[in-house]
T-cell receptor, first 112, second 114 residues
Framework: AQTIHQWPVAEIKAVGSPLSLGCTIK??????LYWYWQATGGTLQQLFY??????VESVVQLNLSASRPKDDQFILSTEKLLLSHSGFYLC???????????FGPGTRLLVL | GDSVTQTEGPVTVSESESLIINCTYS????????LFWYVRYPGEGLQLLLK?????QKGSSRGFEATYNKETTSFHLQKASVQESDSAVYYC???????????FGSGTRLLVSP
């Protein structure tokens, strides 16, 4: 069975500090991977997707970057956090050629 | 652009009453839209409730139904008799066959009172 793990579960960070959020998918080879963000009370927005190792496409510009260093790993990061980065970050995967996505438990981020 | 609009919550319904959560979409860059309902139960992750990829067809799961109506660009979620365990946040979403982009609605919180 496939499992998707996100870390950390929650984070409180200062404005201007760096951030790294991680996502790992086990039990599925070469999945498509996605990052989403949801501000409190806001809509779930797709940020990035990746169809293969080393290749990431940006959907929305939020002063964030993403990388896929391994087939089963997706990293979201920034060197300088903004207050507006606060919210809930979700990682998801799908099979190649499929648009049904399966979501991780999420990371809650508060930037102060 | 592509967008999804759904009933603003919270929606409060008594147990055993019927439910409809409206969803309309605009697919300007997606040639063959697929429509989804996702759900987040309290304390759980976002999960797929149902999906329909063909206009005119109906999807169903856990007593919920939704029909893909291309003429009215709608995908309303309905249930004839809700239960307290249906309390959750429901998201309508729009994707495209073979594509990577998925657009979500803002979510509708459903509260079912006993």
């Amino acid at each position: 069975a496939q499992t998707i793990h996100q870390w950390p579960v929650a984070e409180i960070k200062a404005v201007g500090s760096p951030l790294s959020l991680g996502c790992t998918i086990k039990g599925k080879s070469s999945p498509n991977l996605y990052w989403y963000w949801q501000a409190t009370g806001g809509t779930l927005q797709q940020l990035f997707y990746s169809i293969t190792v080393g290749q990431v496409e940006s959907v929305v510009q939020l002063n964030l970057s993403a990388s896929r260093p391994k087939d089963d790993q997706f990293i979201l990061s920034t060197e300088k956090l903004l207050l507006s980065h606060s919210g809930f970050y979700l990682c998801a995967w799908s099979l190649k050629g499929e648009d049904t996505q399966y979501f991780g438990p999420g990371t809650r981020l508060l930037v102060l | 652009g592509d967008s999804v609009t759904q009933t603003e919550g919270p929606v409060t319904v008594s147990e055993s009453e019927s439910l409809i959560i409206n969803c309309t979409y605009s697919a300007t860059s997606i040639a063959y839209p697929n429509l989804f309902w996702y759900v987040r139960y309290p304390g759980e992750g976002l999960q797929l409730l149902l999906k329909v990829i063909t206009a005119g067809q109906k999807g169903s799961s856990r007593g919920f139904e939704a029909t893909y109506n291309k003429e009215t660009t709608s995908f309303h979620l309905q249930k004839a008799s809700v239960q307290e365990s249906d309390s959750a946040v429901y998201y309508c979403a729009l994707g495209g066959t073979g594509g990577y982009k998925v657009v979500f609605g803002s979510g509708t919180r459903l509260l079912v009172s006993p």
